[in-house]
């Protein structure tokens, strides 16, 4: 379905232009895997996570104009943060008390922002690596995407019309009672694409 606003367990989900103007997105409900099994503390205990709220977000390249940024986010009082990443993929986090959710943003570039970035070297050993302040997007194909700071979604910015913008967003009730709410965060393995 066009949507201009997706309701979650936290927050509202908008796109929005630099005007702040929301802007129409195609969400369809997925289901990727039946079910994420997750251990639980030490026990390694089987906690099977229910998969039916995981949904596939799509921006055609064609309702976009080059160059321009658009925000892509829940706007909800929750504390969003860093979830996990893969390549080509990045995921937020955030929980409730009863919920787990996590969006997810397919990157394209992220093998041309690892060709930039500095590595990080501690005692001669580079154990990471660090963005430069500015990336230059002339290598970049598609769109670019960053997260926001907040970890409340991401912005973005076409660079050509050969691919549609593509976001993932699940999120888990926490069940069964008793499973420590961290175990729930291998919800972001939905939106890790």
């Given at each position: 379905?066009?949507?201009t606003e997706f309701q979650?367990?936290?927050?509202?989900?908008?796109?929005?232009?630099?005007?702040?103007?929301?802007?129409?997105?195609?969400?369809?409900?997925?289901?990727?895997?039946?079910?994420?099994?997750?251990?639980?503390?030490?026990?390694?205990?089987?906690?099977?996570?229910?998969?039916?709220?995981?949904?596939?977000?799509?921006?055609?390249?064609?309702?976009?104009?080059?160059?321009?940024?658009?925000?892509?986010?829940?706007?909800?009082?929750?504390?969003?943060?860093?979830?996990?990443?893969?390549?080509?993929?990045?995921?937020?986090?955030?929980?409730?008390?009863?919920?787990?959710?996590?969006?997810?943003?397919?990157?394209?570039?992220?093998?041309?922002?690892?060709?930039?970035?500095?590595?990080?070297?501690?005692?001669?050993?580079?154990?990471?690596?660090?963005?430069?302040?500015?990336?230059?997007?002339?290598?970049?194909?598609?769109?670019?995407?960053?997260?926001?700071?907040?970890?409340?979604?991401?912005?973005?910015?076409?660079?050509?019309?050969?691919?549609?913008?593509?976001?993932?967003?699940?999120?888990?009730?926490?069940?069964?009672?008793?499973?420590?709410?961290?175990?729930?965060?291998?919800?972001?393995?939905?939106?890790?694409?």
């Open positions: 379905m066009t949507v979650t367990p936290c927050g509202s989900l908008l796109l929005t232009d630099a005007a702040g103007n929301r802007l129409p997105f195609d969400i369809v409900q997925e289901i990727w895997k039946p079910a994420l099994t997750v251990f639980h503390e030490y026990e390694q205990r089987n906690v099977p996570l229910p998969a039916q709220d995981q949904y596939t977000v799509t921006i055609p390249a064609a309702a976009l104009q080059t160059g321009a940024e658009y925000t892509f986010r829940l706007h909800g009082d929750f504390s969003f943060a860093y979830g996990d990443s893969d390549e080509r993929a990045v995921a937020n986090l955030a929980q409730t008390d009863s919920v787990t959710l996590s969006l997810g943003a397919e990157d394209l570039n992220d093998d041309a922002k690892d060709r930039q970035a500095f590595p990080v070297m501690e005692n001669g050993i580079c154990t990471g690596l660090r963005a430069p302040e500015q990336y230059d997007e002339s290598q970049f194909t598609a769109y670019a995407v960053y997260p926001l700071a907040d970890w409340s979604g991401y912005r973005f910015r076409l660079i050509d019309r050969s691919r549609a913008a593509r976001f993932r967003l699940a999120w888990v009730r926490h069940f069964p009672e008793g499973v420590e709410p961290d175990a729930y965060a291998a919800v972001t393995h939905w939106t890790i694409i």
